[in-house]
Structures are given as structure tokens and as C-alpha cells.
């Protein structure tokens, strides 16, 4: 049976990383993943999550189930955490997911469910698994332009379409509809009778928690019918505690009884239920004024550096004479910026300087040491032209790059 399987397309992503472990240059730089990295080039463990795993440890009394919604202490958490008021609370429900990765599947399943066949837009570009979830649950999937021509591109969605936003900090472009287009697709949702399902991965890491937050709790005020992934990996720094959230608002208490019913069926199905681990941290932490305190002000911080990171860059690149890719970073946010390099100069970028990003462009500006700001810009540069090697080094071994790498 095995030897009819045909040779499946490996993850871009992880087939960069794991290029990079491979390139045995010390001065390499990985920029694929979107990890944050701190001053030391470590990914950390918050002082409030880690507060609150201790507070776990000393009163964990037992490892039961939580049951198909998992921990209902989070679910509660994120929906006040996300939508703000009660208001807007009472007309959503919540279950605990396998990361943000599972609330996109599970909510991708609960449109397969509702209606087969749904068709459902995403951005171009868009993160790369947007596509393969949503395939992967049987849906249709078309593209709008996500920078100019956004509304227009909408104007094409129907009664019934889904249309995919990424709330905040978008992936991988690092750019976000400004408030007047976001109450534009509002108002063409309103009008047309398409249903928004907002992916926020990264919300504080952009213009602060509620700034980025704003958008959705915007489309929640003015629509009937939401879908909300959310994840926790990125904010509370829980990435291999795979802790995430699907969070649906509609329009009557029954209907959401049956949202919440069908969404515990598809995780049923898929891996019965999620860990509790990371759940029960973030409910900690929320649920804690003190712990909360701490939390935001560390997410604050973090955010901070990133926009350093991001402007120092911009710094760098002006002095080296490359102002046109120095303006376009000058207006991005968030953990991640797209290069305006071609995908022959993010390969030569690899090759020559050692630093990984992706060929569409896309670079983790939260993975850098400020440290190595200059030599990030320096290779950015030399990535323009064709010398032999880069400014003030060698070249080193060859990377063997091929025609596998999608994006």
C-alpha cells in the first residue's frame, strides 16, 4: 500500500529551517519561524506564565479530562480578553482548540458543516497554511489583493462566501487595512451578506492589545455572524503548549448551542480534546489581576523591541543606500516584514550571507538580536547586486537551494 503513496510537497516553512540547521556558517541567520526572540537570541518563558505554572504545580490535584470544550475557565478568558464587553460576550460562544492552527481546522469544518462547499477568500499573499486548512476541510478557497484593490477585490464576495482576515500584524506582509477600509468591509459584509473569519495570531505585538483587537471588535458591533481564531502562541509565548481558541458570535442563544455542539463534534473526531496545560496557564494569568498586569506589561515590551528592531533596520538601510526597501519596512508592524526582494534575491541572500527568509520575502524582524541589525541590512543590501561576496566577508560554502521552496 505505502509504495503507492506519491512524493507529498514538504513545508516550505520547516524545509528553510531545516536548511539553515544544515548551512554550517556560525554568522547564519534564521528568520523563517515566527518565534520572538529576545536580546539574547533565546525564545523566553514570560515572568507571568511562569508564575502561573508554579501556582499550577503546587495545586494540580489531578490530570482528568476537560472535557470536548477543554478548559472552560479559558474559554470565558478569551472570549472577555477578545471581545471587551459583555455585550459582546453574550452573543458568542468558545471552545478550546489544538492552537490557533485548530481553531482555523475546526472552524473551517463548522462552515464545511453548515454549508458544503462555502466558498471562502483569502488574502494574496496570505500565511501558508490559510489554503491547506481550508482545502483540506473541503472548502472553496479564492484570493483577494490584500494591499490596493482590497475592497474592490470584496465587492465580488456573496451571500453566504466567508471571507478570511487576519485581524492584526498581517502575515506575512507585516501590513493592515487602516480604520476606514476596515469599516469599508464591514459595510460591504453588511450589504453583500458575507461572513468575516478573523485569524488573530498576534494581537499586542502590533499597536498594543486593544489597538489590535479594535478591528474585530468592530466587525462583532456590526454583523450578526463572526468567526474568530485566536491564538496563543505569540502573545503568551506558548508555542509548543499548542493553546489556542475558536470563538464564533451569532445570532440567537440556540443557534450558538448548536455552534458550540457541531465544533465539539469536529474536535472530537480529530483528537478528542486539547491539552490543558497552556489553557489553564492563560486562564491563570487572566484571571489574576496581578498576573495580568505583569503579562501586559511584558507583551508591552516586547512589542517595543520589535518596532526597535524594525526602525534600526530602516536606519541601517538608509545609510547603506537602499532607501526604497527602508520605506516600505518604515510602514509595517507586527513580528513579521515583507522584503521587497525578488525570490532569485532572497536565494542569493541565503547563499551569500547566510541570512533565511522566505522567497516571497518575508522575514521574522521579532527573531533578531539588535546586534545583528547591521549585518541583517548589509546582507540585504549585497542581496541587491551581484558581487562576488558580500560586503566585508566571504561568501562561504555554497547553499544548495532548489526550486522546492514555494514562497
Known amino acids: 500500500m505505502l509504495e503507492l503513496l ?36 533565546a525564545t523566553p518563558v514570560m515572568a507571568a506564565v511562569k508564575e502561573a505554572e508554579i501556582r499550577l504545580a503546587e495545586r494540580a490535584v489531578s490530570k482528568e479530562y476537560r472535557g470536548l470544550s477543554g478548559n472552560t475557565a479559558f474559554n470565558r478568558a478569551m472570549l472577555s480578553m477578545v471581545l471587551g464587553t459583555e455585550a459582546r460576550t453574550a452573543r458568542a460562544t468558545a471552545v478550546q482548540t489544538v492552537a490557533g492552527t485548530g481553531a482555523l481546522r475546526l472552524l473551517a469544518d463548522l462552515v464545511r458543516q453548515t454549508r458544503p462547499g462555502t466558498t471562502v477568500w483569502i488574502s494574496d499573499p496570505a500565511y501558508v497554511n490559510h489554503r491547506p486548512i481550508l482545502e483540506g ?17 470584496l465587492r465580488a464576495a456573496r451571500r453566504g462566501d466567508v471571507v478570511l482576515l487576519q485581524g492584526c500584524c498581517h502575515n506575512p506582509t507585516g501590513t493592515d487595512p487602516d480604520a476606514e477600509t476596515w ?16 485569524d488573530l495570531a498576534y494581537h499586542g505585538l502590533g499597536d498594543g492589545l486593544d489597538a489590535d483587537l479594535w478591528a474585530t471588535r468592530m466587525l462583532a458591533d456590526r454583523l450578526p455572524e463572526v468567526l474568530i481564531a485566536v491564538s496563543c502562541s505569540k502573545n503568551f509565548g506558548l508555542y509548543s503548549d499548542r493553546t489556542g481558541c ?34 489553564a496557564v492563560v486562564a491563570t494569568v487572566l484571571e489574576d489581576a496581578g498576573l495580568r498586569a505583569t503579562w501586559r506589561a511584558e507583551l508591552d515590551g516586547m512589542r517595543g523591541r520589535i518596532a526597535s528592531n524594525r526602525a ?57 538580536c539588535a546586534h545583528r541589525i547591521p ?33
Open 183 to 198: 469599516e469599508e468591509l464591514a459595510g460591504l459584509a453588511e450589504a453583500n451578506g458575507w461572513v468575516p473569519f478573523v
Open 6 to 41: 506519491a512524493a507529498p510537497p514538504v513545508d516550505p516553512l520547516w524545509d528553510l529551517s531545516a536548511e539553515f540547521a544544515a548551512d554550517p556558517r556560525p554568522e547564519r541567520l534564521d528568520l523563517v519561524l515566527g518565534v520572538y526572540r529576545d536580546h539574547t537570541g
Open 375 to 407: 549585518f541583517l541590512a548589509q546582507g540585504i543590501a549585497a542581496s541587491l547586486d551581484s558581487p562576488a561576496t558580500p560586503p566585508g566577508g566571504t561568501a562561504g560554502p555554497p547553499v544548495t537551494v532548489g526550486q522546492r521552496h514555494a514562497w
Open 137 to 153: 476541510a473541503g472548502l472553496t478557497v479564492r484570493t483577494y489583493g490584500h494591499a490596493d484593490g482590497m475592497v474592490d477585490d
Open 246 to 279: 475558536a470563538i464564533v458570535l451569532g445570532p440567537s442563544r440556540q443557534t450558538l448551542r448548536h455552534v458550540e455542539t457541531a465544533l465539539q463534534n469536529a474536535a472530537r473526531v480529530m483528537y478528542s480534546m486539547p491539552p490543558d496545560h497552556g489553557a
Open 312 to 368: 534600526d533596520l530602516v536606519e541601517h538601510l538608509t545609510a547603506l543606500g537602499c532607501p526604497e526597501v527602508a520605506e516600505s519596512l518604515r510602514r509595517q508592524k507586527g513580528m513579521f516584514s515583507m522584503l521587497p526582494l525578488t525570490p532569485e534575491q532572497m536565494r542569493r541572500m541565503r547563499g551569500r550571507s547566510g541570512i533565511y527568509g522566505t522567497n516571497a520575502g518575508r522575514i521574522n524582524i521579532a527573531g533578531v
